[in-house]
């Protein structure tokens, strides 16, 4: 594909793809991310306002230089928009470019931090990761439906159990599904849910503890699990792209050697036949 581009396009594209260029833009992101943590603290802010502006619209100029320069060493702007990553930044530059004025001050902070993101688009490893993520969604809606069908069940059962003794926390449904949110992260479940009805009824324990058993370490492990088995899947498959590449390679070099030694022999006989 590369060898069809003008030659302008692939020196382009070698550029914006070197390491250097990568390893620059990658610092010039967490510069903006140390300026934006700076900007948190009101006395720094007020003080240097003008100075956390100037240094924002000069990294804002040389991502929107960087996008440009990007699009530019693609094929075509279709083969640019192709990829997810390019479109994320794409729209978090364009955002910051178009949200200018004093309406737009706390949208711009906030863009300034989503720049942040832009280092999982720009470090490889971070990109496989976040892809086998996003590969984990289909599977991880089995997963939630199977995790709503348990908390629909304890939250009903705790609020027939419950609703007299604590109805702070399984006064109603809602109210339920709510504490049995705090109980499935483990958050201070016992010393402030189980303990207070532990002491009015004492086998409310086995509700608790099969609920925390069920909830958190079952259906939690599914999903580490199903992340896991996506993560080996995007690195198995990223292995096979690199291995069929190689081969490609070594099919293209046996190729070029074939045809070298029959332009080889081609010269040998025409030089034959002119001294014969």
Same mark, same amino acid.
């Given at each position: 594909?590369?060898?069809?581009? +003008?030659?302008?396009? !692939?020196?382009? %594209?070698?550029?914006?793809?070197?390491?250097?260029?990568?390893?620059? $833009? @990658?610092? /010039?992101?967490?510069?903006?991310?140390?300026?934006?943590?700076?900007?948190?603290?009101?006395?720094?802010?007020?003080?240097?306002?003008?100075?956390?502006?100037?240094?924002?619209?000069?990294?804002?100029?040389?991502?929107?230089?960087?996008?440009?320069?990007?699009?530019?060493?693609?094929?075509?702007?279709?083969?640019?928009?192709?990829?997810?990553?390019?479109?994320?930044?794409?729209?978090?530059?364009?955002?910051?470019?178009?949200?200018?004025?004093?309406?737009?001050?706390?949208?711009?902070?906030?863009?300034?931090?989503?720049?942040?993101?832009?280092?999982?688009?720009?470090? +490889?490893?971070?990109? !496989?990761?976040? %892809?086998?993520?996003?590969?984990?969604?289909?599977?991880?809606?089995? $997963? @939630?439906? /199977?995790?709503?069908?348990?908390?629909?069940?304890?939250?009903?059962?705790?609020?027939?159990?419950?609703?007299?003794?604590?109805?702070?926390?399984?006064?109603?449904?809602?109210?339920?599904?709510?504490?049995?949110?705090?109980?499935?992260?483990?958050?201070?479940?016992?010393?402030?849910?189980?303990?207070?009805?532990?002491?009015?009824?004492?086998?409310?324990?086995?509700?608790?503890?099969?609920?925390?058993?069920?909830?958190?370490?079952?259906?939690?492990?599914?999903?580490?699990?199903?992340?896991?088995?996506?993560?080996?899947?995007?690195?198995?498959?990223?292995?096979?792209?690199?291995?069929?590449?190689?081969?490609?390679?070594?099919?293209?070099?046996?190729?070029?050697?074939?045809?070298?030694? @029959?332009?080889?022999?081609?010269?040998?006989?025409?030089?034959?036949?002119?001294?014969?």
């Amino acid at each position: 594909m590369k060898h069809s581009m +003008p030659g302008w396009k !692939r020196k382009l %594209d070698w550029f914006v793809e070197h390491k250097y260029f990568t390893s620059v $833009i @990658l610092t /010039l992101i967490f510069i903006n991310a140390v300026v934006v943590g700076l900007e948190t603290y009101p006395h720094l802010y007020e003080e240097y306002r003008s100075a956390f502006f100037a240094i924002d619209r000069i990294l804002l100029g040389i991502f929107a230089v960087e996008i440009a320069l990007r699009m530019l060493a693609a094929r075509t702007l279709k083969d640019f928009f192709k990829s997810g990553w390019n479109w994320f930044d794409f729209i978090i530059v364009l955002s910051g470019l178009l949200l200018t004025g004093a309406y737009f001050v706390t949208v711009l902070r906030i863009l300034r931090v989503l720049r942040v993101f832009r280092a999982i688009s720009v470090i +490889p490893s971070l990109r !496989r990761l976040v %892809d086998a993520l996003l590969m984990t969604i289909p599977a991880l809606g089995n $997963i @939630l439906l /199977l995790m709503s069908i348990i908390f629909y069940i304890f939250g009903v059962t705790g609020t027939m159990l419950f609703q007299e003794v604590a109805p702070e926390y399984f006064g109603s449904l809602q109210l339920s599904l709510l504490t049995l949110f705090q109980v499935v992260t483990l958050e201070s479940w016992a010393s402030q849910v189980m303990r207070p009805i532990f002491e009015v009824m004492p086998w409310s324990w086995i509700y608790f503890v099969a609920f925390v058993l069920v909830g958190t370490f079952v259906v939690f492990n599914l999903f580490i699990g199903v992340i896991v088995n996506n993560v080996e899947k995007a690195e198995s498959s990223e292995e096979e792209e690199i291995d069929e590449t190689k081969k490609e390679v070594t099919e293209l070099r046996r190729e070029v050697g074939e045809l070298k030694d @029959l332009l080889r022999e081609h010269l040998d006989r025409n030089g034959d036949n002119k001294s014969g």
